[in-house]
């Protein structure tokens, strides 16, 4: 079975530019979830949605960032405009249903904001 | 606020060298833990975890992990380290029955080497 599917892998853009991240979950998981990863801050949950609806956003950090989930197969973290202070690995993670603790991963999207 | 602490932030061993890696909480109930895996290039995956039960948990590849509730404390260990151990490791931690948000520790970066 395919996993996580994160694209891009990398992406390097420039500050003030839109960035849009994409998620495919594993087939039947109706959780999903988006981290960040920076040196400094480890993994931070951004925000989880369950059955496409989002949950628990308080991990966004500020307007800039919106994410949105049209249906159980697809979703997306969107960045605009972007800053330097964006860089990191953004992670998705999907899970069977709620309860179980388990998260299966991506390979993660590096974003870098020269 | 819940939070998960990893004091290690890089373990350098040698082949076959025992492997004990701290994780302390912070939550104020019940907690489920969760140790999680990156290997170079790859995703994170779930290592092990612990509910309830038998404070010792094992997991794949002959990682275990102590559940101490009077420490707060959930440690990795393994007898004989490997060089394919080199990955980074996180610990997590969520209220029981707390739904699938984990809180992350900031991970510790392991390179073992021949």
């Known amino acids: 079975d395919a996993g996580v599917i994160q694209s891009p892998r990398h992406e390097v853009t420039e500050m003030g530019q839109e960035v849009t991240l994409r998620c495919k979950p594993i087939?039947?998981?109706?959780?999903l979830f988006w981290y960040r990863q920076t040196m400094m801050r480890g993994l931070e949950l951004l925000i989880y949605?369950?059955?496409?609806?989002?949950?628990?956003d308080s991990g966004m950090p500020e307007d800039r960032f919106s994410a949105k989930m049209p249906n159980a197969s697809f979703s997306t973290l969107k960045i605009q405009p972007s800053e330097p202070r964006d860089s990191a690995v953004y992670f998705c993670?999907?899970?069977?249903?709620?309860?179980?603790?388990?998260?299966?991963f991506g390979e993660g999207s590096r974003l870098t904001v020269l | 606020a819940q939070s998960v602490s990893q004091h290690n932030h890089h373990v350098i061993l040698s082949e076959a060298a025992s492997l004990e890696l701290g994780c302390n909480y912070s939550?104020?109930?019940?907690?489920?833990l969760f140790w999680y895996v990156q290997y170079p290039g790859q995703h994170l995956q779930l290592l092990l975890k612990?509910?309830?039960?038998?404070?010792l948990v094992k997991g794949i590849k002959g990682f275990e992990a102590e559940f101490i509730k009077s420490k707060f404390s959930f440690n990795l260990r393994k007898p004989s380290v490997q060089w394919s151990d080199t990955a980074e490791y996180f610990c997590?931690?969520?209220?029981?029955?707390?739904?699938?948000?984990?809180?992350f520790g900031t991970g510790t970066q392991l390179k073992v080497e021949l």
């Open positions: 997590a931690a969520r209220p029981s029955g707390g739904g699938n948000k984990l809180t």
């Open positions: 993670a999907s899970s069977p249903h709620v309860g179980t603790g388990e998260l299966f």
């Open positions: 939550y104020g109930g019940t907690v489920n």
């Open positions: 087939s039947g998981h109706n959780s």
């Open positions: 612990y509910f309830s039960g038998d404070p």
């Open positions: 949605f369950n059955n496409n609806v989002p949950i628990d």
